[in-house]
């Protein structure tokens, strides 16, 4: 357990996503207060159900900007010691560049990149009002190598890249760090589904020659929310198994 996290609110988007429900549970063990967001009322009400009242939980929709920026409002008003921030969700929706649609495009953007802008710019001012706060986003490797099919999803993880760069420099001397986590291939359900042949296609690419775990993805997480990375903002740290070396 991390000593310098108990009773710190923390707020998770995707919170009932693979990772989102590990970022969850590590949190929980370190004595935290979660807020749990799903654009789902019934993964929302089956994670109440779970974790109980002593966290608080609210519907947010990324892919409607309207809805977010209300519920963003909501959010901070009732929540004004809010410390720490994951911004977790994200989402596919592959297609070849010229066979992509409109929507495919934009809800990518909005969830993946857009939301970001405004949830960040929600809960700042509390934050630099309190002298204090962690944001966390979560990137990819691929934002990085590129994959074919996946225009919409590179775009916006390499956009929140240079956007949390700057972010942290803006921030800096108000005791406000800003990270960002890059996966490469993770246990999921996802890779669950994969056959034999494309997971020897990817496992050729990466040389620890296994995925990783939702857990590796937490446990960084739990330290660069905790003051053990204090001197730590503006960077991007990459957990994929050696996959890519920057």
């Not at 974790?51 to 409002?73: A, C, F, P, T």
């Not at 993770?186 to 296994?210: A, C, F, G, V, W």
Request: charged share 20%.
């Amino acid at each position: 357990m991390n000593n310098n996290l108990i009773g710190k609110k923390v707020l998770i988007t995707g919170s009932s996503g693979g990772i989102g429900k590990i970022l969850s549970k590590k949190f929980i063990d370190n004595e935290c207060k979660i807020i749990f967001t799903s654009s789902n009322n019934d993964r929302l009400n089956d994670l109440m159900n779970l974790y109980g009242s002593d966290h608080i939980y609210y519907k947010l929709d990324l892919r409607n900007i309207s809805d977010l920026k209300k519920s963003m409002e909501q959010i901070t008003n009732e929540n004004k010691d809010l410390e720490i921030l994951i911004n977790n969700a994200g989402l596919t929706n592959d297609n070849l560049l010229l066979r992509m649609k409109e929507e495919q495009w934009n809800d990518v953007i909005n969830v993946n990149l857009n939301s970001n802008f405004y949830i960040i710019k929600s809960i700042l001012p509390n934050m630099l009002k309190n002298k204090t706060g962690k944001i966390i986003g979560i990137s990819s490797v691929v934002a990085l190598t590129g994959n074919p099919g996946q225009s919409n999803y590179t775009a916006s993880k390499a956009a929140i890249i240079s956007m949390y760069k700057s972010l942290a420099i803006e921030v800096a001397q108000r005791n406000i760090n800003i990270n960002l986590i890059a996966p490469g291939f993770i246990k999921s359900p996802m890779t669950d589904k994969l056959n034999e042949t494309q997971k020897n296609t990817i496992m050729e690419k990466i040389p620890m020659k296994r995925f990783g775990y939702p857990e590796d993805i937490a446990n960084l997480a739990i330290f660069l929310a905790s003051s053990n990375s204090s001197y730590i903002t503006g960077q991007t740290f990459h957990v994929n198994g050696g996959m890519l070396m920057v």
